[in-house]
């Protein structure tokens, strides 16, 4: 065997070794959360630290719990989780509106503190949450947007923008002038050219600032809880996870059926988001 067939296996079962250890702590906590939200509370009780469930401990009454309106008994989080989706979705359809422009006259035009602009986007978006916190919510009191969920998606929205806008702005930059010198020769107008040809090419970095724009709405709680606490209707699954979490009489089956209900919608997302991603890359658009 030479030095470089000995290296090449070395590497090869280090690579496997290094990716079986973090899927291990990657995927480990989540089976334990969905493992103890499948127990009733007494069998946690006498075997907390059991990496199974017996068949005749399987339940799903935790689930029936967690997604039961409060009505009938329940902890109402198939309304949580209808507003936290309303939420998200207007964030993302809203910060994309205004990211794509914004990143479009950055990345693709040239003006006099071009770069300036892009590095203060970023440095608002450094900005820490809680200064922003009170300011934002005596605005929103006065406009009388202070309970209401599109207030506080217009408030994810100053959130979400700067980044996104710094995100597209990079992809933007790497699509070849010549694919708009070329819509131009063939009559586009900008604003044509932006919708028929940039923003095809940009469908990757699209989603992919999409998904982030929704994780970042989706487990926000610090803004959710100043703007939505009076209002147990409006309230985000992020909300009332925290309430499972402080509630003396809920058991932990129940938190743990919820933090699964508040996983699983964004876990789907992500793996249809990279299908999509897959398929909207794009090669050879630049032909000569």
Avoid at 30 to 53: E, N, R, T
Avoid at 124 to 140: D, N, Q, S
Avoid at 213 to 240: C, H, Q, R, Y
Avoid at 245 to 266: D, R
Wanted: include cysteine.
């Amino acid at each position: 065997m030479t030095r470089a067939q000995f290296e090449e296996r070395l590497f090869g079962v280090l690579r496997r070794l290094v990716i079986a250890f973090l899927a291990l702590i990657t995927l480990l906590p989540f089976y334990y959360m969905l493992l103890l939200s499948v127990k009733p509370i007494d069998a946690l009780l006498l075997d907390p630290g059991s990496l199974w469930v017996a068949a005749k401990d399987f339940t799903l009454s935790t689930y029936e719990n967690v997604l039961r309106s409060t009505e009938d008994g329940g902890q109402g989080f198939l309304k949580l989780l209808l507003n936290s989706a309303l939420v998200s979705l207007g964030t993302v359809a809203l910060t994309l509106l205004a990211a794509v422009p914004g990143a479009y006259a950055i990345g693709r035009l040239k003006f006099f503190g071009s770069r300036q602009v892009s590095a203060l986007f970023l440095a608002v978006y450094l900005f820490p949450a809680t200064l922003l916190a009170v300011p934002l919510f005596v605005l929103f009191a006065r406009l009388g947007l202070s309970s209401s969920l599109v207030g506080l998606a217009i408030v994810y929205v100053a959130q979400t923008v700067p980044v996104s806008i710094y995100m597209l702005r990079n992809y933007l930059a790497t699509i070849p002038h010549s694919v708009e010198e070329a819509a131009a020769l063939d009559g586009c107008t900008r604003l044509q050219t932006v919708r028929k040809v940039i923003l095809p090419l940009a469908v990757p970095s699209l989603m992919a600032t999409g998904l982030y724009v929704f994780m970042i709405a989706w487990n926000e709680f610090l803004f959710a809880l100043l703007f939505l606490a009076a209002d147990p209707d409006k309230w985000t699954v992020s909300l009332g996870l925290a309430q499972l979490a402080g509630g003396i009489e809920v058991p932990k089956t129940v938190l743990m059926a919820g933090s699964v209900v508040l996983t699983i919608p964004v876990v789907l997302l992500f793996f249809a988001a990279e299908r999509l991603l897959v398929e909207g890359l794009t090669s050879g658009a630049d032909k000569s």
